[in-house]
């Protein structure tokens, strides 16, 4: 049995996800994803992808993102990540630090693409 208030104006919105994916990864230390970890790359990657008045948010979440992808060795995630958060085409959401240190994770040959 599931208790849930009946009140009409309790929402979720996707502010709260992200904040809670965002805030949940980046306190994690696993070098092996888990299938909850998964779960909240995709809610922040949805989340990018949908965002496009707040370029602060934007470059939390590629950050989140980009050190899960190096901690997870998982270069895929990475290109899926900076795609959706735009920053294959906005250099600056990432930084050039920021590129920098994933072509040191990855090398140059796996983020060519990038």
């Known amino acids: 049995m599931l208790i849930w208030p009946e009140n009409e104006e309790l929402k979720v919105t996707v502010g709260d996800v992200y ?17 909850k970890e998964r779960a909240l790359v995709d809610h922040l990657m949805d989340y990018c992808a949908n965002q496009v008045n707040d370029d602060e948010q934007l470059s939390r979440a590629l950050r989140v993102l ?5 901690r997870w060795n998982d ?20 930084g050039v630090e920021g590129f920098i240190s994933v072509y040191q994770a990855f090398s140059f040959e796996r983020m060519k693409t990038l």
Not at 66 to 70: G, I, L, M, R, Y
Not at 75 to 94: N, T
């Open 75 to 94: 270069a895929p995630l990475l290109l899926r990540a900076a795609k959706a958060c735009k920053a294959d085409v906005r250099i600056d959401l990432m």
């Open 66 to 70: 980009k050190e899960t992808a190096v």
């Open 19 to 35: 904040e809670h994916a965002r805030d949940a990864l980046e306190l994690s230390f696993s070098i092996i994803p888990e299938g």
